[in-house]
């Protein structure tokens, strides 16, 4: 996992509550995220950002489960 799938992969849980698999969706929303910020995606503009599952992906990356367990576990402490 690149520190920008995992920063996506982060970001889409904590704000979307969708698990993204680190191969391919978290890259994709990590190569969408510039897109917005840079304007190249306009506010209004419709986009349509796809994820059609992937889901088992993210036990086959230690790296990912451990984030996910870390980010439940954070999210289980608060009130």
């Known amino acids: 996992m690149t520190p920008q799938a995992t920063t996506a992969l ?5 704000t ?3 698990l993204l ?3 391919y969706t978290s890259r994709a929303l990590a190569g ?3 897109a917005v910020k840079d304007g190249d995606i306009k ?3 419709r986009t349509i ?3 059609s599952g992937g889901l088992p992906g993210l036990f086959g ?4 489960l ?3 367990e870390t980010e439940s576990a954070a999210n289980t402490d608060k009130p």
């Open 66 to 68: 451990a984030l996910a």
């Open 43 to 45: 506010p209004g503009q």
């Open 61 to 64: 990356h230690q790296q990912a």
């Open 21 to 23: 698999d680190p191969t």
């Open 32 to 34: 969408l995220t510039p």
């Open 49 to 51: 950002f796809l994820h």
């Open 10 to 14: 982060t970001l889409a849980a904590r």
């Open 16 to 18: 979307e509550g969708i």
